[in-house]
């Protein structure tokens, strides 16, 4: 048992917080608010390897394990990125478990490509505002038993949102189907639990960011003649809310090492750490704001950009409350009545 | 990070799970039902098989036990719904007197606590002194060779079956308020003292004690005089992680569910096929994922010898906060029978779910309110001022 990163661990972590410090600031983040992308700050990622960071080795990946790309997750979050870091790396993963052979691959792991899956259930062939849609070149979806791939839509646009996401339709007329059966539909069962393992830790950082900004904020603002940051009403509010985000901390990061060993909690403990991590990160968000007065809501202010994405974030993935429905059949027996 | 426990805390956690298979019998758990929060047979059993001493540190001539060890059988036991406070007892006060105590102590009392046979109570809190503990206005003064202490002590738990107190007194009101306290562990059936029932909402049966004029002798003096509160941190010290408080829902769950899936509504509809009923469940498993983080983490930074703290604190908060929310919604899950009370006809399980309900509040008031684990936090990991 060993709960804190390792020092070969602390040393990527190091690397890519210099990264993000210098490619994703919350200034570039606002400049990039329109198309929830930074072109640049992913052309400079591509360089560190981290958009193939976690493919096989054998195709030409990074090897890594997903406790490494959860490293990178976690700080996504801290700096509310506007990179579809880890839509990529899950699907990239995914279509490397299928077909590794694909010509795809190769940019995809170079990440001269991104790649991201369809969350939502495809209706009419159509892929309903898929994370990265507006920006993607690959999109995975599940249509029935297939899995597909659609590529080169040039008519994408944007659908403007709470979090400035790159949300987009996409239309799967004239996907590849790259495979089917129901080994395929759990190989895509398990990319989303990636992708929620994943943004769990990244909610994760983005929380314990926004309780950071609100503190900070709290012991220079005077009111009364002395500090906010003296007032318990603040005080156990900031309390409870680093609570939750510590809660969220070592349960998505338990969830990355299930998936990771394979464990048969992954599916389920993937889904947990999701929910939690995603209340936690609105809680400490919206806490946050509310301490910051007018200012909290005013555009000038950072603490709005944490709050909008903590609630847009994890959204992508669909109503939460269909998702306790899906973990409670995971975990609970159902009546005995017919 | 690496999650899993070492080999012989997993096959010491197959045998703790053996032992309460065994002894943790239905009388054992409904035996506490009556207010008294300890049985002895099962105490004794636990002591019988090493667990109390082997959970003293060993640098103390402990048994050895590593601290994944311990996390795992407090773990196991909390989940069962085992009764161990009486254990957590033993164990913090063997250690607090093998680092601290004097000849006397440590061959009076820790041999017969780490049997089993006997019981210290906590004499911290008193009618005017709860969170700010310090404040404790329980005389001792010196006369020759004794002791004579006046005052009264509450919330002394376990004390009407315990043979000590450990007790917290003033010795000097000259001083700054943690400046001025010695401890004493002081024998119960000493003349002057006597013990009063304070029965709770909750069921458990606490005391207060009351202190005329009983004379000790210095042997029972632990700790230096006015250096009592060194004494108060050693048993905090030696408190975390093994108090438990980590898992205080999943007894509350099983037995809800238990419930839930044998119990029709009016509709004939089950009541574990609601899918709000459903959500609730597995936010609270989700909460218990979390504790199980939390405690987790306490245990790992234990194993690493690091002195934690604020860690306490939140895994305490988080715990008993997410548990008394649990007993709200299972009790309003189990309709209007959920108010009967253990034993009464028509009980949902027993009448369990009305115990937790009134049991819940207990836990985010003992052994440090909500308000003060928020305070810590808020000064120790977040740096703000300190209020008090």
């Known amino acids: 048992m060993y709960l804190r990163l390792n020092s070969d661990e602390l040393a990527i972590q190091d690397i890519f917080r210099s990264f993000f410090e210098s490619e994703c600031s919350i200034e570039r983040v606002r400049t990039s608010q329109h198309t929830g992308f930074d072109t640049e700050a992913w052309e400079r990622l591509i360089e560190t390897g981290a958009p193939g960071m976690c493919l096989p080795e054998h195709i030409g990946g990074g090897g890594a394990p997903l406790t490494t790309g959860a490293i990178v997750a976690d700080l996504v979050g801290e700096f509310v990125a506007p990179l579809p870091f880890i839509e990529h790396l899950v699907a990239s993963r995914l279509l490397a478990s299928l077909t590794p052979d694909h010509d795809l691959m190769p940019a995809l792991i170079s990440g001269e490509k991104i790649a991201s899956l369809a969350l939502q259930p495809t209706e009419d062939d159509q892929a309903k505002l898929v994370p990265g849609g507006a920006i993607a070149d690959a999109v995975i979806a599940c249509k029935g038993n297939d899995l597909v791939l659609a590529s080169g839509d040039d008519s994408v646009s944007l659908l403007r949102n709470t979090a400035d996401l790159p949300l987009a339709h996409r239309s799967l007329n004239g996907a590849e189907t790259i495979a089917s059966g129901g080994a395929a539909v759990e190989r895509f069962s398990r990319a989303r639990s990636e992708w929620q393992a994943l943004m769990a830790v990244a909610l994760t950082g983005l929380g314990r960011k926004a309780v950071d900004i609100g503190v900070a904020y709290a012991k220079e603002r005077y009111q009364f003649g002395v500090l906010i940051g003296s007032f318990q009403g603040l005080q156990h509010g900031f309390a409870s809310a680093i609570t939750g985000v510590d809660g969220s901390h070592f349960l998505s990061n338990r969830a990355v090492s299930a998936l990771e060993n394979d464990s048969d909690l992954g599916e389920r403990l993937a889904g947990m750490a999701f929910l939690f991590a995603s209340e936690a990160a609105l809680d400490a968000s919206a806490a946050s704001l509310q301490y910051h007065g007018g200012y909290g809501f005013a555009e000038e202010y950072d603490i709005q950009l944490y709050y909008r994405r903590a609630k847009g974030w994890p959204l992508q993935f669909g109503d939460p409350g269909v998702e306790y429905q899906r973990i409670a059949n995971l975990c609970l027996p159902s009546g005995k009545v017919a | ?388």
């Open chain 2, 1 to 388: 990070m690496d999650w899993s426990f070492p080999p012989e805390a997993e096959e010491f956690r197959t045998e703790v799970r053996a032992f309460i298979n065994e002894h943790l019998t239905d009388d054992v758990i409904s035996s506490t039902h009556e207010g008294t929060i300890h049985n002895w047979d099962f105490h004794k059993k636990i002591a019988d098989r090493g667990w109390l001493g082997g959970a003293v540190p060993s640098e103390l001539g402990g048994g050895g036990k590593s601290a994944l060890e311990m996390a795992v059988m407090i773990e196991e036991l909390q989940l069962a719904g085992a009764p161990i406070d009486g254990m957590g007892v033993a164990i913090v006060v063997a250690s607090v007197v093998l680092e601290l105590g004097n000849d006397h102590l440590k061959e009076t009392i820790v041999p017969k606590l780490l049997s089993g046979e006997t019981l210290v109570s906590f004499g911290y809190t008193e009618p005017d002194s709860g969170s700010d503990v310090a404040a404790a206005q329980t005389r001792a003064v010196k006369d020759g060779e004794e002791w004579v202490i006046n005052g009264q002590k509450m919330w002394t738990t376990m004390a009407h079956i315990a043979d000590y107190v450990l007790l917290l007194t003033r010795t000097n009101t000259d001083v700054p308020k943690h400046k001025g306290l010695t401890f004493f562990i002081v024998p119960l059936e000493t003349s002057g003292i006597e013990i009063q029932p304070v029965h709770t909402m909750g069921t458990e049966r606490s005391n207060a004690t009351f202190y005329d004029e009983v004379r000790i002798g210095d042997e029972w003096r632990i700790g230096d005089i006015d250096g009592g509160w060194e004494i108060m941190k050693a048993a905090l010290k030696y408190e975390r992680g093994i108090a438990g408080g980590q898992f205080p829902s999943p007894p509350l769950i099983d037995a809800f569910i238990e419930h839930a899936q044998k119990t029709e509504r009016p509709d004939r509809s089950s009541i574990i096929d609601d899918p709000v009923v459903r959500e609730r469940l597995v936010r609270s498993l989700i909460d218990v994922e979390v504790c199980r983080g939390f405690a987790y983490n306490t245990a790992f930074l234990a194993s690493e010898g690091v002195m934690f703290g604020v860690e306490g604190s939140m895994t305490k908060l988080f715990a008993s906060e997410s548990y008394k929310k649990h007993s709200k919604w299972f009790l309003d899950m189990a309709g209007t029978e959920g108010l009967l009370y253990l034993g009464e006809e028509g009980a949902p399980v027993g009448g369990v779910i009305d115990e937790h309900f009134r049991h819940a509040p207990v836990t985010t008031i003992y052994g440090g309110t909500s308000e003060i684990s928020r305070n810590l936090i808020a000064e120790g990991l977040l740096g703000l001022p300190r209020t008090r």
